[in-house]
């Protein structure tokens, strides 16, 4: 039943996954959601206090920066995610 598969999914799963995140090194695909957010707050914050000047440089970078870092932890092994 659905209410069994998501017992065991909080159980078993998650944790795991969670160990491997936070003891591992292991990286996750929500690290380029989180830099990319963080990238775009950034635009946001540099276009309020320069007027008239917006290229979107942080969300960029941050989210080629993020995206190579996880295909390099894909290719040595240490990329963790519930959904590939």
């Given at each position: 039943t659905e209410i069994e598969t998501h017992n065991?999914?909080?159980?078993?799963?998650?944790?795991?996954?969670?160990?491997l995140v936070k003891k591992e090194h292991y990286r996750s695909k929500s690290t380029v959601k989180g830099f990319t957010i963080t990238g775009l707050f950034l635009d946001a914050s540099f276009f309020l206090i320069?007027?008239?000047y917006y290229y979107?440089?942080?969300?960029?970078?941050l989210f080629l920066v993020s995206y190579y870092r996880n295909y390099k932890a894909?290719?040595?092994g240490r990329f963790a995610s519930m959904y590939w």
């Open positions: 065991n999914y909080e159980k078993y799963i998650f944790p795991s996954f969670l160990y320069v007027k008239g979107p440089v942080f969300g960029t970078l894909q290719q040595e």
